[in-house]
């Protein structure tokens, strides 16, 4: 009797188990983000199948290879291994986020946000489970209103630098014409002043 129930708490058990792995495999396979697992030799063991759309590989064709030889642009590669290899040596906080690009099996490069994890097992750092979210289109979009915004504040400034210029021409013709104003006006009174010595000089002569 005890046999018995003690192998039906293990069916039971076992039953649970794969029923999570189930759920676990679902949830994996559905959520629109990347979810990578790589094992200390930087390894992928596995990987989703958002991860598998994006790079444009079968999951087979991705599993085993190394991540950073591979699916990560050649420029970057050496200072993502130095910082994976901190990250698994505990020198490096995960759970932070970070943006670098991974290339597609047509070359294209997207920009992906990560979201690092360290995975354990009896204390022992095992590898790491990274989601990443395809930032690429947000990141060009960004790129293009800050373009515009350069553009914006470089006609701002072409048009202020032509008012100035404008100012500066009106300030100049205004000091013209006050310059002939005064020349009119000592003119007018230099006048009056010859013919008053005109009349001066005629009631002198009567």
């Known amino acids: 009797v005890v046999i018995s129930h003690d192998i039906t708490l293990q069916k039971q058990s076992e039953q649970k188990l794969i029923k999570s792995e189930k759920l676990f495999e679902k949830y994996f396979n559905l959520v629109d983000v990347i979810i990578v697992s790589l094992?200390?030799?930087?390894?992928?063991?596995?990987?989703?199948?958002?991860g598998c759309e994006i790079l444009g590989y079968d999951k087979k064709e991705i599993i085993s290879k190394k991540w950073f030889e591979y699916f990560i642009p050649e420029k970057y590669r050496a200072n993502l291994i130095e910082?994976?290899?901190?990250?698994i040596h505990g020198q490096l906080q995960s759970n932070e986020y970070v943006e670098n690009p991974i290339i597609t099996r047509e070359g294209e490069e997207r920009i992906i946000l990560w979201h690092n994890n360290v995975l354990y097992n009896d204390n022992n750092i095992i590898g790491t489970l990274s989601s990443g979210q395809d930032i690429t289109e947000r990141k060009k979009m960004e790129e293009e209103i800050l373009k515009h915004?350069?553009?914006?504040?470089?006609?701002?400034?072409?048009?202020?630098?032509?008012?100035?210029?404008?100012?500066?021409?009106?300030?100049?013709?205004?000091?013209?014409?006050?310059?002939?104003?005064?020349?009119?006006?000592?003119?007018?009174?230099?006048?009056?002043?010859?013919?008053?010595?005109?009349?001066?000089?005629?009631?002198?002569?009567q």
Do not use: C
């Not at 200390?40 to 989703?48: E, G, S």
């Not at 007018?188 to 010859?194: M, Q, S």
């Open 39 to 50: 094992d200390l030799d930087r390894k992928v063991k596995d990987i989703n199948r958002k």
């Open 83 to 87: 910082s994976y290899h901190h990250l």
């Open 149 to 205: 915004k350069h553009h914006l504040q470089d006609l701002i400034e072409e048009r202020t630098k032509e008012l100035e210029q404008k100012n500066q021409e009106l300030e100049q013709k205004n000091q013209e014409l006050s310059r002939m104003n005064d020349l009119f006006v000592g003119r007018e009174f230099r006048i009056k002043e010859l013919k008053d010595q005109l009349q001066e000089l005629k009631k002198k002569r």
